[in-house]
């Protein structure tokens, strides 16, 4: 059980693909529009409940629970020098501009 107050992540189907606009890109046209928002539970739930969250921005949404805690799983890659040597031209060649 997921308590109350929880920081958790729901995901909802805002528009099925059959009333996706048919000028899209037939891969994306294809698939459902959905939704996943982070949020505090309203009321205490398991994973796969039917629930409401309040988000950050205090709207109310509701959708099926699929995460508790949730956290970022992606990354930018690995460090790649040549920009960081950009980044330095770059840089001095503006300094005087600032």
């Known amino acids: 059980m997921?308590?109350?107050n929880t920081l958790v992540q729901i995901y909802k189907v805002v528009l099925p693909y059959k009333n996706r606009a048919t000028n899209l890109?037939?891969?994306?046209?294809?698939?459902?529009?959905?939704?996943?928002v982070k949020g505090k539970l309203l009321k205490s739930a398991n994973l796969g409940d039917m629930v409401e969250?309040?988000?950050?921005s205090h709207r109310i949404e509701s959708g099926v629970l699929i995460a508790e805690k949730p956290y970022y799983?992606?990354?930018f890659?690995?460090?790649?020098?040549?920009l960081e040597n950009i980044k330095e031209i770059i840089l001095k060649e503006t300094e005087e501009l600032l």
Do not use: L, N, Y
Not at 25 to 36: A, G, H, K, Q
Not at 53 to 56: G, K, Y
Not at 77 to 82: C, D, E, K, N, R
């Open 77 to 82: 890659g690995h460090h790649i020098q040549v």
């Open 25 to 36: 890109p037939s891969d994306t046209r294809d698939v459902p529009f959905e939704m996943r």
């Open 53 to 56: 969250i309040t988000t950050a």
């Open 73 to 75: 799983r992606h990354s």
């Open 2 to 4: 997921i308590e109350k």
